[in-house]
């Protein structure tokens, strides 16, 4: 018993850990950092506030997913290392220019405090059912006596 709930705990707390992070709108992120490329607000809203290296899933205008390591934008095209195409992971990640009049939306993968708290709040649910059922097992009932 004592293995299961050292299992469970970490298994709680590597759901926390990795899950803090969702693909967010880079237009309604308050960056706490110099904006990269202010000139860029005209082009797609948001995409001033991406920074080199930022995971960013990247939607075309053809519906086609594209998910990418940024690397800026030049002469009309966003630049990257595309690692994720159409819900398939590439072998190697390769070198992409996507013309931004081709781009539908853009998302950047950042922490999100409303990933947190669902999983964190998912977890408190699944704990307190899996409590319940364990104590029912263990006492024969659940609620209080018939007497």
Do not use: H
């Amino acid at each position: 018993m004592r293995k299961r709930a050292s299992i469970l705990i970490l298994f709680a707390s590597v759901i926390l850990i990795t899950s803090c992070k969702a693909y967010r709108n880079p237009k309604n992120l308050n960056p706490k950092y110099p904006i990269e490329s202010p000139e860029l607000e005209d082009e797609i809203p948001g995409l001033q506030n991406l920074l080199r290296g930022d995971k960013i899933k990247v939607a075309g205008k053809d519906l086609r997913m594209s998910y990418l390591l940024y690397s800026g934008v030049e002469q009309g095209n966003l630049s990257g290392e595309l690692w994720k195409e159409g819900g398939k992971k590439l072998k190697e990640p390769k070198a992409i220019r996507i013309p931004l009049d081709q781009i539908d939306y853009i998302r950047v993968r950042r922490k999100s405090i409303g990933a947190t708290l669902a999983w964190t709040l998912g977890l408190g649910v699944a704990a307190t059912v899996g409590m319940t059922i364990v104590l029912a097992d263990v006492y024969g009932q659940i609620g209080p006596d018939e007497n």
